[in-house]
C-alpha cells in the first residue's frame, strides 16, 4: 500500500500501525482442505476485533479463526480432506471430444471440446501425471526421458529439451507438441511439469483459478475422464453450489467465462459461513477453551 508520505509499505504493517493496540487479531494462512473444502486452495485470512470479549478470546486461543475440522491424514481431533472422489465423483460422464462434452440434464455439467492431437496427449495421461512425460504408443517403450521440474538459478523454469520422438523406434510421442510456423518442424510446447495434468480421485483438488476451464492450466484435468472440470464441478469444489440451477446477475443469466471468474476469484463461502459463525459464538456466548 502507499502511505500519505508516499512511500510503499506492508499491508499488514500498515494496519497493524493503524489500528493496534486497539484492535488484536494475527494474519493467518488458512488451507480451505483443512475446513472440509474439497480444495486446496491457500488463502491469507486476517480477523481483527475490538470487542471485550474477542479480545478475551484471542488472548486463550491466539486466532479468531475456527478451529480445524479436517487434516491431510485425519488426526488431532481432526477427520481427513475431502477428495475429489467424494465431491464429484458420481456426477455423470464427460469428454472434450465434440457432442460429448456436455449433459443435457444438468446445465453447468460442461466442458469445452477440445481438438483431437490434444484429446491424444490427454487420453494417453494417467492420473496425477502430466502428458510431457507420457510414453511411447507405437512399440510400448516406458524409458523415454520424463519432462521434471527444472530449477535454474533458484527460479522454476520449463524444460526446452525434453524429447518428443520415442528413444526406440522414433514415433511421436503423445506430447504437448506444436509445428513451428518459421521452420517447418514439430517442437515441444513451452510449459511447466503441472501443465497438461490430471488430478487425483483421493486428493482434494489443487486451487481452482479462472482459467481451470483450460487443459493447460495448473493440474487441472479430470483423474480419470478426457476431459478438463465443468463448471458444475468448480462450483462443487468452490462450495458456490452443489445444485444445478442457473446463476443471475440483476435477471440476466451470467456467461460461462463470468462463471470461471467468480469461481476463480472466490474466497469459498462455506469458509466465510464458518468463520462468520464463530465470530458470532465469540462474541455472543463466550466459553474460554483452546481452539
Not at 502511505?3 to 497493524?16: L, R, W
Amino acid at each position: 500500500i502507499r502511505t500519505e508520505s508516499g512511500a510503499y509499505m506492508n499491508i499488514i504493517d500498515f494496519i497493524h500501525q493503524e489500528l493496534y493496540p486497539d484492535y488484536v487479531g494475527e494474519p493467518e494462512i488458512v488451507n480451505c482442505a483443512d475446513y472440509g473444502i474439497p480444495q486446496k486452495r491457500e488463502r491469507l485470512i486476517t480477523i481483527l476485533t475490538r470487542s471485550p470479549k474477542g479480545k478475551e478470546y484471542f488472548s486463550v486461543n491466539h486466532t479468531l479463526l475456527p478451529s480445524k475440522t479436517h487434516s491431510e491424514n485425519g488426526n488431532n481431533n481432526t477427520i481427513g480432506w475431502v477428495s475429489l472422489r467424494n465431491a464429484i465423483g458420481e456426477l455423470p460422464e464427460l469428454s472434450a471430444q465434440k457432442g460429448k462434452n456436455s449433459d443435457p440434464n444438468l446445465h453447468w455439467h460442461i466442458v469445452p471440446a477440445i481438438k483431437e492431437e490434444k484429446y491424444w496427449w490427454i487420453e494417453n495421461t494417467p492420473e496425477n501425471e502430466t502428458a510431457y512425460n507420457n510414453q511411447c504408443c507405437s512399440c510400448g517403450f516406458k524409458g523415454n526421458r520424463r519432462h521434471e521440474m527444472c530449477i535454474i538459478k533458484g527460479i522454476h523454469q520449463s524444460k526446452k529439451d525434453t524429447p518428443i520422438y520415442c528413444d526406440k523406434c522414433g514415433a511421436l510421442l503423445p506430447r504437448p507438441t506444436m509445428i513451428d510456423k518459421k521452420t517447418g518442424e514439430r517442437r515441444l510446447i513451452s510449459g511447466f511439469d503441472s501443465a497438461y495434468r490430471r488430478m487425483s480421485w483421493d486428493s482434494p483438488s489443487p486451487t481452482l483459478t479462472q482459467n481451470f476451464q483450460f487443459e493447460s492450466s495448473d493440474k487441472k484435468i479430470h483423474p480419470t475422464q478426457n476431459r478438463v472440470l465443468s463448471i458444475l464441478e468448480g462450483l462443487i469444489l468452490q462450495t458456490i453450489s452443489n445444485y444445478n440451477y442457473k446463476l443471475s446477475i440483476k435477471g440476466k443469466d451470467i456467461s460461462r467465462a463470468m462463471c470461471c471468474e467468480i469461481i476463480g476469484e472466490s474466497v469459498p463461502p462455506k469458509l466465510i459461513e464458518m468463520i462468520c459463525t464463530n465470530i458470532l459464538f465469540i462474541d455472543n456466548n463466550l466459553r474460554i477453551s483452546k481452539a
